[in-house]
Protein backbone atom coordinates (compact mmCIF):
# COMPACT_ATOMS: atom_id res chain seq x y z
CA UNK A 1 0.00 0.00 0.00
CA UNK A 2 1.20 3.66 -0.97
CA UNK A 3 2.31 5.47 2.20
CA UNK A 4 2.11 9.27 1.18
CA UNK A 5 3.86 10.87 3.60
CA UNK A 6 4.30 14.74 4.53
CA UNK A 7 7.16 17.02 2.53
CA UNK A 8 9.14 19.03 4.92
CA UNK A 9 12.55 20.81 4.37
CA UNK A 10 13.41 18.36 2.01
CA UNK A 11 12.65 15.19 3.43
CA UNK A 12 9.53 13.26 3.48
CA UNK A 13 8.10 12.98 6.73
CA UNK A 14 5.33 10.54 8.78
CA UNK A 15 3.46 12.54 11.86
CA UNK A 16 4.30 12.46 14.94
CA UNK A 17 1.11 11.42 16.07
CA UNK A 18 0.78 8.73 13.66
CA UNK A 19 -2.40 9.36 12.25
CA UNK A 20 -3.03 8.43 9.00
CA UNK A 21 -6.15 8.80 6.42
CA UNK A 22 -7.39 6.92 3.27
CA UNK A 23 -6.58 7.86 -0.23
CA UNK A 24 -9.63 6.31 -2.04
CA UNK A 25 -9.65 5.89 -5.69
CA UNK A 26 -12.96 7.06 -6.39
CA UNK A 27 -13.67 4.98 -9.70
CA UNK A 28 -13.92 2.02 -7.61
CA UNK A 29 -13.82 3.13 -3.93
CA UNK A 30 -10.85 0.89 -3.34
CA UNK A 31 -8.14 1.73 -0.93
CA UNK A 32 -4.86 2.42 -2.49
CA UNK A 33 -2.74 4.56 -0.07
CA UNK A 34 -2.48 6.27 3.35
CA UNK A 35 -1.85 9.68 4.26
CA UNK A 36 -0.10 11.00 7.33
CA UNK A 37 -1.98 13.49 8.24
CA UNK A 38 0.14 16.80 9.48
CA UNK A 39 -0.68 17.89 12.50
CA UNK A 40 0.59 21.25 14.40
CA UNK A 41 4.33 20.23 15.46
CA UNK A 42 4.36 19.53 11.19
CA UNK A 43 2.36 22.35 9.86
CA UNK A 44 4.89 24.35 12.51
CA UNK A 45 8.20 22.68 10.95
CA UNK A 46 7.13 23.30 7.85
CA UNK A 47 6.51 26.90 8.56
CA UNK A 48 9.46 27.44 10.16
CA UNK A 49 11.30 25.51 6.83
CA UNK A 50 9.90 27.94 4.81
CA UNK A 51 10.77 31.19 6.79
CA UNK A 52 14.43 29.69 7.35
CA UNK A 53 14.65 29.34 3.57
CA UNK A 54 13.69 32.42 2.76
CA UNK A 55 17.01 33.56 4.24
CA UNK A 56 19.17 31.21 3.19
CA UNK A 57 20.27 30.06 -0.40
CA UNK A 58 16.82 30.76 -2.21
CA UNK A 59 16.63 34.14 -0.82
CA UNK A 60 20.28 35.41 -2.58
CA UNK A 61 19.95 33.36 -5.91
CA UNK A 62 20.51 35.90 -8.84
CA UNK A 63 17.13 36.11 -10.87
CA UNK A 64 18.16 33.96 -13.61
CA UNK A 65 19.26 31.32 -11.76
CA UNK A 66 16.16 30.94 -9.64
CA UNK A 67 14.49 30.62 -13.07
CA UNK A 68 16.46 28.06 -14.59
CA UNK A 69 15.33 26.16 -11.24
CA UNK A 70 12.03 26.86 -12.07
CA UNK A 71 12.24 25.82 -16.19
CA UNK A 72 14.05 22.19 -13.92
CA UNK A 73 11.04 21.67 -12.03
CA UNK A 74 8.81 21.71 -15.47
CA UNK A 75 11.18 19.45 -17.20
CA UNK A 76 11.11 17.43 -13.98
CA UNK A 77 7.34 16.95 -14.09
CA UNK A 78 7.38 16.14 -18.17
CA UNK A 79 10.07 13.48 -17.75
CA UNK A 80 8.25 11.32 -15.21
CA UNK A 81 4.66 12.74 -17.05
CA UNK A 82 3.54 8.99 -16.49
CA UNK A 83 3.53 9.00 -13.09
CA UNK A 84 2.23 11.67 -12.77
CA UNK A 85 -0.44 10.96 -15.11
CA UNK A 86 -1.50 7.52 -13.47
CA UNK A 87 -1.01 9.65 -10.09
CA UNK A 88 -3.71 12.63 -11.00
CA UNK A 89 -6.09 9.86 -12.53
CA UNK A 90 -6.28 7.28 -9.73
CA UNK A 91 -6.62 9.91 -7.20
CA UNK A 92 -9.28 11.45 -8.94
CA UNK A 93 -11.14 9.07 -11.41
CA UNK A 94 -10.43 11.42 -14.65
CA UNK A 95 -9.42 9.64 -17.86
CA UNK A 96 -6.43 10.02 -19.05
CA UNK A 97 -7.23 11.68 -22.44
CA UNK A 98 -8.30 14.73 -20.22
CA UNK A 99 -5.69 14.48 -17.78
CA UNK A 100 -2.95 14.34 -20.53
CA UNK A 101 -4.05 16.66 -22.40
CA UNK A 102 -4.79 19.29 -19.46
CA UNK A 103 -3.60 18.54 -15.70
CA UNK A 104 -0.41 17.66 -16.58
CA UNK A 105 1.42 19.60 -19.40
CA UNK A 106 -0.33 22.95 -17.62
CA UNK A 107 0.38 21.54 -14.53
CA UNK A 108 4.60 21.57 -16.04
CA UNK A 109 3.70 25.11 -18.04
CA UNK A 110 2.92 26.80 -14.63
CA UNK A 111 6.58 27.00 -14.00
CA UNK A 112 8.01 27.96 -17.31
CA UNK A 113 5.06 30.67 -17.72
CA UNK A 114 5.79 32.51 -14.43
CA UNK A 115 9.48 31.72 -14.31
CA UNK A 116 9.41 33.68 -17.73
CA UNK A 117 6.92 36.49 -17.35
CA UNK A 118 8.68 37.97 -14.39
CA UNK A 119 12.45 38.61 -15.93
CA UNK A 120 11.01 41.57 -18.05
CA UNK A 121 8.29 43.07 -15.91
CA UNK A 122 9.02 46.82 -15.13
CA UNK A 123 8.54 48.99 -12.20
CA UNK A 124 7.90 52.45 -12.37
CA UNK A 125 9.46 55.81 -11.91
CA UNK A 126 8.67 59.20 -11.28
CA UNK A 127 10.63 62.42 -10.87
CA UNK A 128 9.22 64.69 -8.70
CA UNK A 129 9.74 68.66 -8.34
CA UNK A 130 10.86 70.05 -4.76
CA UNK A 131 11.09 73.92 -4.17
CA UNK A 132 14.56 74.06 -3.75
CA UNK A 133 14.96 72.72 -7.73
CA UNK A 134 17.09 69.68 -7.41
CA UNK A 135 14.02 67.00 -7.06
CA UNK A 136 12.97 63.62 -5.55
CA UNK A 137 13.33 60.51 -7.51
CA UNK A 138 10.70 57.65 -7.22
CA UNK A 139 11.46 54.57 -7.91
CA UNK A 140 9.71 51.24 -6.57
CA UNK A 141 10.90 47.78 -6.39
CA UNK A 142 9.28 44.24 -5.44
CA UNK A 143 10.40 41.54 -2.62
CA UNK A 144 8.76 38.30 -2.23
CA UNK A 145 5.65 38.73 0.47
CA UNK A 146 7.48 35.66 2.58
CA UNK A 147 6.08 32.32 3.37
CA UNK A 148 2.75 31.65 1.59
CA UNK A 149 0.39 29.12 2.96
CA UNK A 150 -1.11 27.36 -0.75
CA UNK A 151 -3.97 25.62 -0.21
CA UNK A 152 -5.71 23.70 -2.75
CA UNK A 153 -8.96 22.25 -4.39
CA UNK A 154 -9.50 18.14 -5.86
CA UNK A 155 -10.54 19.24 -9.18
CA UNK A 156 -7.25 19.76 -11.09
CA UNK A 157 -4.84 18.98 -8.61
CA UNK A 158 -1.57 19.71 -9.64
CA UNK A 159 -2.74 22.34 -12.33
CA UNK A 160 -4.18 24.32 -9.63
CA UNK A 161 -1.62 23.88 -7.41
CA UNK A 162 1.19 24.69 -9.62
CA UNK A 163 -0.73 27.70 -10.72
CA UNK A 164 0.10 29.20 -7.11
CA UNK A 165 3.05 27.45 -6.62
CA UNK A 166 4.55 28.86 -9.94
CA UNK A 167 4.35 32.61 -9.39
CA UNK A 168 4.97 32.22 -6.09
CA UNK A 169 8.38 31.05 -6.40
CA UNK A 170 9.30 32.93 -9.37
CA UNK A 171 8.99 35.74 -7.04
CA UNK A 172 11.69 34.95 -4.99
CA UNK A 173 8.63 33.57 -1.99
CA UNK A 174 8.71 30.26 -0.31
CA UNK A 175 5.36 27.78 0.18
CA UNK A 176 3.77 25.29 2.28
CA UNK A 177 0.90 23.62 0.50
CA UNK A 178 -2.34 21.81 1.59
CA UNK A 179 -3.56 19.73 -0.97
CA UNK A 180 -6.95 18.68 -0.68
CA UNK A 181 -7.11 15.49 1.25
CA UNK A 182 -8.94 13.70 -1.52
CA UNK A 183 -5.91 14.51 -3.79
CA UNK A 184 -2.73 14.13 -2.16
CA UNK A 185 -0.68 12.17 -4.80
CA UNK A 186 0.85 14.55 -7.47
CA UNK A 187 1.52 17.43 -5.06
CA UNK A 188 3.99 14.81 -2.86
CA UNK A 189 5.27 13.87 -6.23
CA UNK A 190 6.39 17.49 -6.81
CA UNK A 191 8.49 17.41 -3.85
CA UNK A 192 10.97 14.61 -5.41
CA UNK A 193 11.23 16.59 -8.46
CA UNK A 194 11.83 19.72 -6.29
CA UNK A 195 14.58 18.08 -4.70
CA UNK A 196 16.08 17.01 -7.88
CA UNK A 197 15.89 20.28 -9.61
CA UNK A 198 17.89 21.46 -6.84
CA UNK A 199 15.33 23.60 -5.35
CA UNK A 200 16.71 23.87 -1.68
CA UNK A 201 15.23 22.40 1.73
CA UNK A 202 12.74 24.62 2.70
CA UNK A 203 11.21 26.44 0.28
CA UNK A 204 8.71 23.77 -1.08
CA UNK A 205 6.72 21.78 1.21
CA UNK A 206 3.76 19.90 2.05
CA UNK A 207 1.26 19.24 4.70
CA UNK A 208 -1.74 16.62 4.07
CA UNK A 209 -4.55 16.78 6.27
CA UNK A 210 -8.12 18.44 6.45
CA UNK A 211 -9.76 21.94 6.99
CA UNK A 212 -10.92 22.84 10.08
CA UNK A 213 -9.87 21.98 13.11
CA UNK A 214 -6.95 19.99 11.34
CA UNK A 215 -4.52 20.66 9.21
CA UNK A 216 -5.37 23.85 6.84
CA UNK A 217 -6.84 25.44 9.70
CA UNK A 218 -3.15 25.27 11.69
CA UNK A 219 -1.30 26.63 8.60
CA UNK A 220 -4.14 29.37 7.89
CA UNK A 221 -3.92 30.37 11.73
CA UNK A 222 -0.04 30.16 11.84
CA UNK A 223 1.78 33.24 13.11
CA UNK A 224 4.79 33.25 10.40
CA UNK A 225 2.06 32.62 7.83
CA UNK A 226 2.72 35.99 5.84
CA UNK A 227 -0.53 35.20 2.72
CA UNK A 228 -2.60 32.51 1.95
CA UNK A 229 -3.74 32.09 -1.58
CA UNK A 230 -6.71 29.47 -1.92
CA UNK A 231 -8.67 28.03 -4.41
CA UNK A 232 -11.88 26.69 -2.79
CA UNK A 233 -15.11 26.53 -2.21
CA UNK A 234 -16.71 30.02 -1.07
CA UNK A 235 -18.01 28.82 2.07
CA UNK A 236 -14.32 28.15 3.01
CA UNK A 237 -13.06 31.02 1.85
CA UNK A 238 -15.48 33.01 4.24
CA UNK A 239 -13.73 30.86 7.09
CA UNK A 240 -10.60 31.33 6.08
CA UNK A 241 -11.02 35.47 6.72
CA UNK A 242 -12.60 35.01 9.69
CA UNK A 243 -9.29 32.63 10.60
CA UNK A 244 -7.02 34.91 9.30
CA UNK A 245 -8.60 38.15 10.27
CA UNK A 246 -6.81 39.67 13.64
CA UNK A 247 -3.22 39.07 12.27
CA UNK A 248 -4.86 40.61 8.98
CA UNK A 249 -2.63 38.12 6.54
CA UNK A 250 -2.83 38.84 2.90
CA UNK A 251 -5.45 37.10 0.67
CA UNK A 252 -5.74 35.94 -2.53
CA UNK A 253 -8.88 33.70 -3.39
CA UNK A 254 -10.12 31.70 -6.47
CA UNK A 255 -13.80 30.53 -4.81
CA UNK A 256 -17.12 28.75 -6.70
CA UNK A 257 -19.29 30.07 -8.95
CA UNK A 258 -22.81 29.33 -10.84
CA UNK A 259 -21.84 30.12 -14.44
CA UNK A 260 -23.94 30.99 -17.41
CA UNK A 261 -24.14 30.52 -20.90
CA UNK A 262 -25.91 32.51 -23.20
CA UNK A 263 -26.86 31.08 -26.36
CA UNK A 264 -28.01 33.68 -29.20
CA UNK A 265 -30.22 32.60 -31.97
CA UNK A 266 -27.59 33.81 -34.48
CA UNK A 267 -24.50 31.53 -33.14
CA UNK A 268 -23.32 29.06 -34.43
CA UNK A 269 -25.09 25.94 -33.36
CA UNK A 270 -22.46 23.43 -33.86
CA UNK A 271 -19.75 25.06 -32.06
CA UNK A 272 -22.47 26.35 -29.10
CA UNK A 273 -23.29 22.30 -28.79
CA UNK A 274 -19.79 21.23 -28.86
CA UNK A 275 -18.51 24.06 -26.70
CA UNK A 276 -21.73 23.70 -24.51
CA UNK A 277 -21.29 19.94 -24.19
CA UNK A 278 -17.66 20.61 -22.91
CA UNK A 279 -18.11 23.66 -20.45
CA UNK A 280 -21.34 20.97 -18.50
CA UNK A 281 -19.83 17.46 -18.49
CA UNK A 282 -15.46 17.71 -18.76
CA UNK A 283 -14.35 16.94 -15.51
CA UNK A 284 -17.88 15.31 -14.48
CA UNK A 285 -18.97 19.21 -14.19
CA UNK A 286 -16.03 19.36 -11.75
CA UNK A 287 -14.42 22.46 -13.03
CA UNK A 288 -14.94 25.96 -11.01
CA UNK A 289 -15.64 27.89 -14.59
CA UNK A 290 -18.10 25.01 -15.58
CA UNK A 291 -21.95 25.84 -16.86
CA UNK A 292 -24.69 25.01 -14.68
CA UNK A 293 -27.04 27.85 -16.46
CA UNK A 294 -27.96 27.56 -20.15
CA UNK A 295 -30.12 30.82 -20.87
CA UNK A 296 -31.04 29.75 -25.02
CA UNK A 297 -32.61 32.00 -27.26
CA UNK A 298 -36.54 31.49 -27.91
CA UNK A 299 -36.25 30.33 -31.49
CA UNK A 300 -33.64 28.04 -31.12
CA UNK A 301 -34.56 26.78 -27.46
CA UNK A 302 -36.11 23.19 -28.43
CA UNK A 303 -33.37 22.71 -31.22
CA UNK A 304 -30.81 23.24 -29.01
CA UNK A 305 -32.31 21.53 -26.18
CA UNK A 306 -32.26 18.40 -28.41
CA UNK A 307 -29.01 18.47 -29.79
CA UNK A 308 -26.81 19.31 -26.18
CA UNK A 309 -29.16 16.17 -24.99
CA UNK A 310 -28.15 14.05 -28.08
CA UNK A 311 -24.28 15.27 -27.79
CA UNK A 312 -24.05 14.57 -23.80
CA UNK A 313 -25.21 11.26 -24.52
CA UNK A 314 -22.53 10.04 -26.59
CA UNK A 315 -20.58 10.43 -23.42
CA UNK A 316 -18.51 7.71 -22.47
CA UNK A 317 -18.35 7.06 -18.79
CA UNK A 318 -15.50 4.58 -18.15
CA UNK A 319 -12.30 4.13 -15.73
CA UNK A 320 -8.95 6.44 -16.44
CA UNK A 321 -7.11 3.96 -18.60
CA UNK A 322 -9.45 3.27 -21.08
CA UNK A 323 -8.78 4.93 -23.84
CA UNK A 324 -12.32 5.22 -25.00
CA UNK A 325 -13.87 7.10 -22.24
CA UNK A 326 -14.14 10.77 -21.61
CA UNK A 327 -16.12 11.38 -18.50
CA UNK A 328 -15.10 9.87 -15.01
CA UNK A 329 -16.42 9.88 -12.06
CA UNK A 330 -17.29 12.19 -8.89
CA UNK A 331 -14.46 12.84 -6.85
CA UNK A 332 -15.91 10.73 -3.68
CA UNK A 333 -18.67 9.07 -2.49
CA UNK A 334 -19.54 12.31 0.08
CA UNK A 335 -19.72 14.41 -3.35
CA UNK A 336 -21.86 12.15 -4.84
CA UNK A 337 -24.38 11.57 -2.29
CA UNK A 338 -24.43 15.68 -2.35
CA UNK A 339 -25.06 15.67 -6.16
CA UNK A 340 -27.92 13.38 -6.14
CA UNK A 341 -29.35 15.23 -3.78
CA UNK A 342 -29.54 17.74 -6.08
CA UNK A 343 -30.56 15.51 -8.50
CA UNK A 344 -33.30 14.79 -6.35
CA UNK A 345 -34.36 18.26 -5.55
CA UNK A 346 -34.58 19.38 -9.07
CA UNK A 347 -37.37 16.42 -9.80
CA UNK A 348 -39.12 17.58 -6.44
CA UNK A 349 -38.91 21.42 -7.48
CA UNK A 350 -40.75 20.63 -10.66
CA UNK A 351 -37.48 20.10 -13.20
CA UNK A 352 -38.06 18.51 -16.51
CA UNK A 353 -35.58 15.57 -16.38
CA UNK A 354 -34.15 16.11 -20.29
CA UNK A 355 -31.41 13.52 -19.55
CA UNK A 356 -29.98 11.69 -17.09
CA UNK A 357 -30.95 12.34 -13.07
CA UNK A 358 -29.70 9.72 -11.43
CA UNK A 359 -26.77 6.96 -11.20
CA UNK A 360 -25.42 4.95 -14.07
CA UNK A 361 -25.15 1.33 -14.31
CA UNK A 362 -21.46 0.57 -14.68
CA UNK A 363 -19.53 -2.63 -14.70
CA UNK A 364 -19.25 -4.93 -12.04
CA UNK A 365 -15.81 -3.51 -11.25
CA UNK A 366 -16.73 -0.09 -11.35
CA UNK A 367 -20.24 -0.65 -9.61
CA UNK A 368 -19.08 0.66 -6.46
CA UNK A 369 -17.45 3.99 -7.27
CA UNK A 370 -19.13 7.52 -7.38
CA UNK A 371 -20.43 7.75 -10.51
CA UNK A 372 -23.16 9.74 -11.44
CA UNK A 373 -25.40 10.52 -14.88
CA UNK A 374 -24.52 13.31 -17.19
CA UNK A 375 -28.48 15.61 -16.36
CA UNK A 376 -29.86 17.82 -18.26
CA UNK A 377 -32.99 20.14 -16.74
CA UNK A 378 -35.41 22.26 -18.27
CA UNK A 379 -38.89 23.72 -16.61
CA UNK A 380 -37.56 24.99 -13.66
CA UNK A 381 -38.13 28.75 -12.11
CA UNK A 382 -35.21 31.08 -11.41
CA UNK A 383 -35.33 30.22 -7.94
CA UNK A 384 -35.39 26.95 -8.09
CA UNK A 385 -32.31 25.66 -6.07
CA UNK A 386 -30.57 23.77 -8.61
CA UNK A 387 -30.67 26.83 -10.69
CA UNK A 388 -28.80 29.07 -7.70
CA UNK A 389 -26.64 26.87 -5.60
CA UNK A 390 -23.37 25.23 -6.79
CA UNK A 391 -23.53 22.04 -7.53
CA UNK A 392 -20.20 20.91 -9.07
CA UNK A 393 -21.51 17.97 -10.84
CA UNK A 394 -22.42 17.00 -14.84
CA UNK A 395 -25.45 18.74 -15.19
CA UNK A 396 -27.05 22.07 -16.21
CA UNK A 397 -30.96 23.58 -16.36
CA UNK A 398 -31.62 25.13 -19.28
CA UNK A 399 -34.00 28.24 -19.93
CA UNK A 400 -35.36 30.03 -22.69
CA UNK A 401 -34.90 34.03 -22.98
CA UNK A 402 -36.53 36.44 -25.92
CA UNK A 403 -34.71 40.01 -25.61
CA UNK A 404 -30.38 40.30 -25.32
CA UNK A 405 -31.90 42.67 -22.00
CA UNK A 406 -33.48 39.59 -20.42
CA UNK A 407 -30.44 37.36 -21.20
CA UNK A 408 -27.72 39.70 -19.14
CA UNK A 409 -30.27 40.22 -16.08
CA UNK A 410 -30.52 36.50 -15.93
CA UNK A 411 -26.86 36.13 -16.19
CA UNK A 412 -25.82 37.86 -13.24
CA UNK A 413 -28.75 36.77 -11.37
CA UNK A 414 -26.52 35.12 -8.83
CA UNK A 415 -24.07 35.80 -6.37
CA UNK A 416 -21.25 34.46 -7.86
CA UNK A 417 -19.13 36.27 -10.47
CA UNK A 418 -16.72 33.72 -11.94
CA UNK A 419 -17.19 33.06 -15.72
CA UNK A 420 -19.56 32.98 -18.43
CA UNK A 421 -19.90 32.21 -21.82
CA UNK A 422 -21.63 34.15 -25.14
CA UNK A 423 -22.52 32.02 -28.24
CA UNK A 424 -23.29 34.59 -31.05
CA UNK A 425 -21.61 35.20 -34.90
CA UNK A 426 -22.83 39.07 -34.06
CA UNK A 427 -19.75 40.56 -33.07
CA UNK A 428 -20.96 44.19 -31.28
CA UNK A 429 -24.11 41.69 -29.88
CA UNK A 430 -20.44 39.70 -28.36
CA UNK A 431 -18.74 42.58 -26.76
CA UNK A 432 -21.92 44.30 -25.64
CA UNK A 433 -22.96 41.33 -23.99
CA UNK A 434 -19.58 40.62 -22.74
CA UNK A 435 -19.09 44.23 -21.33
CA UNK A 436 -22.24 44.03 -18.98
CA UNK A 437 -21.98 40.48 -17.85
CA UNK A 438 -20.51 40.97 -13.84
CA UNK A 439 -17.49 38.13 -14.06
CA UNK A 440 -14.16 37.40 -14.22
CA UNK A 441 -13.61 36.19 -17.40
CA UNK A 442 -16.02 36.34 -20.45
CA UNK A 443 -15.57 33.66 -23.18
CA UNK A 444 -17.42 33.97 -26.86
CA UNK A 445 -17.72 30.92 -28.73
CA UNK A 446 -15.07 29.28 -26.38
CA UNK A 447 -14.62 27.68 -23.23
CA UNK A 448 -12.09 27.28 -21.34
CA UNK A 449 -9.55 28.45 -23.32
CA UNK A 450 -6.91 30.36 -20.83
CA UNK A 451 -3.88 32.48 -21.76
CA UNK A 452 -1.54 32.02 -18.93
CA UNK A 453 -0.82 36.01 -19.17
CA UNK A 454 -4.40 37.06 -18.44
CA UNK A 455 -5.72 38.03 -15.23
CA UNK A 456 -8.00 35.71 -13.61
CA UNK A 457 -9.98 35.51 -11.03
CA UNK A 458 -13.64 35.94 -9.47
CA UNK A 459 -16.16 39.23 -9.05
CA UNK A 460 -18.56 39.18 -6.21
CA UNK A 461 -18.89 35.80 -4.27
CA UNK A 462 -16.11 34.13 -6.91
CA UNK A 463 -13.07 35.45 -5.53
CA UNK A 464 -10.53 38.18 -4.11
CA UNK A 465 -7.92 39.47 -6.42
CA UNK A 466 -6.63 38.26 -9.60
CA UNK A 467 -3.72 36.21 -10.39
CA UNK A 468 -2.36 35.17 -14.09
CA UNK A 469 0.84 36.81 -15.64
CA UNK A 470 1.63 39.98 -14.09
CA UNK A 471 -1.29 40.30 -11.87
CA UNK A 472 -0.09 37.54 -9.61
CA UNK A 473 2.88 40.24 -8.90
CA UNK A 474 0.14 41.82 -7.05
CA UNK A 475 0.09 38.91 -4.40
CA UNK A 476 2.96 37.25 -4.58
CA UNK A 477 5.22 40.99 -3.96
CA UNK A 478 5.36 43.63 -1.98
CA UNK A 479 5.29 46.81 -3.98
CA UNK A 480 7.93 49.06 -2.12
CA UNK A 481 8.27 53.59 -3.18
CA UNK A 482 11.85 54.19 -2.45
CA UNK A 483 12.02 58.13 -2.86
CA UNK A 484 15.64 59.77 -3.27
CA UNK A 485 16.25 63.20 -2.60
CA UNK A 486 18.37 64.69 -4.53
P1 LIG B 1 -13.08 23.10 -0.43
O1 LIG B 1 -13.28 24.53 -0.11
O2 LIG B 1 -13.91 22.10 0.26
O3 LIG B 1 -11.57 22.66 -0.13
C1 LIG B 1 -10.48 23.33 -0.72
C2 LIG B 1 -9.28 23.18 0.18
O4 LIG B 1 -9.51 23.90 1.38
C3 LIG B 1 -8.99 21.73 0.59
O5 LIG B 1 -7.58 21.57 0.59
C4 LIG B 1 -9.55 21.68 2.00
O6 LIG B 1 -8.95 20.71 2.82
C5 LIG B 1 -9.24 23.08 2.51
N1 LIG B 1 -10.06 23.54 3.61
C6 LIG B 1 -11.36 23.25 3.87
N2 LIG B 1 -11.78 23.91 4.98
C7 LIG B 1 -10.72 24.64 5.43
C8 LIG B 1 -10.52 25.52 6.52
N3 LIG B 1 -11.50 25.81 7.37
N4 LIG B 1 -9.31 26.08 6.68
C9 LIG B 1 -8.31 25.83 5.80
N5 LIG B 1 -8.44 25.00 4.76
C10 LIG B 1 -9.62 24.42 4.56
O7 LIG B 1 -13.20 22.98 -2.01
P2 LIG B 1 -13.15 21.66 -2.87
O8 LIG B 1 -14.40 20.88 -2.60
O9 LIG B 1 -11.84 21.00 -2.71
O10 LIG B 1 -13.20 22.26 -4.35
C11 LIG B 1 -14.39 22.57 -5.02
C12 LIG B 1 -14.68 24.06 -4.91
O11 LIG B 1 -13.58 24.81 -5.39
C13 LIG B 1 -15.86 24.51 -5.76
O12 LIG B 1 -16.63 25.43 -5.04
C14 LIG B 1 -15.19 25.20 -6.95
O13 LIG B 1 -15.99 26.14 -7.62
C15 LIG B 1 -14.02 25.81 -6.30
N6 LIG B 1 -12.97 26.08 -7.28
C16 LIG B 1 -12.73 27.37 -7.66
C17 LIG B 1 -11.76 27.64 -8.62
C18 LIG B 1 -11.50 29.05 -9.11
O14 LIG B 1 -10.52 29.25 -9.82
N7 LIG B 1 -12.30 30.03 -8.74
C19 LIG B 1 -11.02 26.59 -9.16
C20 LIG B 1 -11.30 25.29 -8.75
C21 LIG B 1 -12.26 25.04 -7.79
Known sequence: MLEIKNFINGNFVKCVSGKTFDNINPANNEKIGVVYEAGKEEVDLAVKSAKAALKGPWGKLPLAERMSILHKVADGINARFDEFLEAECLDTGKPKSLASHIDIPRGASNFKV??????????????????????????????????????SPWNLPLLLMTWKVGPALACGNTVVVKPSEETPRTTTLLGEVMNDAGVPP??????????????????????DV????????????????????????????????KNPAVVFA??????????????????????????E????????????????????EKLKLGSWDDESSNMGPLISQEHKEKVLSYYKKAKDEGATVVLGGGEPKMSAELSAGSWVEP????????????????IFGPCCHIQPFDTEEEAVELANDTKYGLAASVWTENNSRAHRVSAQIEAGIVWVNSWFLRDLRTPFGGAKHSGIGREGGVHSLEFYTELKNICIKL
Open 293 to 312: RVYVERPIFDEFVARLKSSA
Open 266 to 291: DCDMDKAIEGTTRSVFANCGQVCLAT
Open 114 to 151: FADAYKSVANESFLLDTPDGAGALNYSVRTPKGVVAVI
Open 226 to 257: DGITFTGETKTGAAIVKACADEIRHVSFELGG
Open 202 to 223: GVFNVVHGFGPDSTGEFLTTHP
Open 375 to 390: TIWTGLPESATVVREE
